[in-house]
């Protein structure tokens, strides 16, 4: 089974400032097969990127994701109030689908 | 706009069963795979399967094998997803999702609401 580590477990920033979030595979992703989502406190995932890099309906554009094999990096360029939330990786490469183990992004 | 609506929360006790509903607005049941995931207390997103709502054709996490069965009403147009066997490891947020391609190896674009299921005696 492919697992997901990302890191770092929390990233303390401020509004402004440039969010680099890291999703490390377990066995290379053939197919750049490996989504992020956004989470907040009381409400289900929102799909923010597919395919590594694509980015799902109605994201902003400061929201970006790249990558491949193992690595791959979800990168929010000017981090605004709504942002402050966890993020988790996935990967669909293979089944069982796995999810990673989550990054907090909290104000500093 | 797709919505994914999902039953209340429900408390059982260790050995039991219980059964958490999903009900799509709109016709989607011809397009799309639905599938499972849980979140327990701070705990990863863990997949447990997914189901073809036109077919009913299943498939399920090793983790959850002979524990969980998916199912679908038609006339209803709701989905269901029991886990049997309950241990206080199973208290976690339940939640139907939407797979963005038809299969198994895909996204999710749409989440139902999530259903909280409490396991304890």
């Known amino acids: 089974d492919i697992g997901l580590t990302q890191s770092p477990g929390t990233l303390s920033l401020s509004p402004g400032d440039r969010a680099t979030l890291s999703c490390r595979a377990s066995?290379?992703?053939?197919?750049?097969?490996l989504a992020w989502y956004q989470q907040k406190p009381g409400q289900a995932p929102r799909l923010l990127i597919y395919?590594?890099?694509t980015r799902a309906s109605g994201i902003p554009d400061r929201f970006s994701g790249s990558g491949s094999g193992t690595d791959f990096t979800l990168t929010i360029s000017r981090l605004e109030p709504e942002d402050f939330a966890v993020y988790h990786c996935?990967?669909?490469?293979?089944?069982?689908?796995?999810f990673g183990q989550g990054t907090k992004l909290e104000i500093k | 706009q797709v919505q994914l609506v999902q039953s209340g929360a429900d408390e059982k006790k260790p050995g039991a069963s219980v059964k958490v509903s999903c009900k799509p607005s709109g016709d989607i049941f011809s397009d799309y795979t639905v599938h499972w995931v849980r979140q327990a207390p701070g705990q990863r997103l863990e997949w447990m399967g997914w189901i073809n709502p036109v077919t009913g054709n299943t498939r399920y996490s090793q983790l959850f094998l002979g524990r969980v069965t998916l199912t679908r009403d038609t006339s209803a147009i709701t989905l269901y997803m029991e886990l049997s066997s309950l241990t206080s490891k199973d208290t976690a947020v339940y939640y139907c999702?939407?797979?963005?391609?038809?299969?198994?190896?895909?996204?999710?674009?749409?989440w139902g609401q999530g259903t909280l299921v409490t396991v304890s005696s």
């Open positions: 996935q990967q669909y490469d293979t089944s069982p689908l796995a």
């Open positions: 066995e290379s992703l053939s197919s750049s097969d």
């Open positions: 999702a939407r797979a963005v391609w038809f299969g198994e190896l895909s996204p999710f674009d749409f």
């Open positions: 395919d590594a890099s």
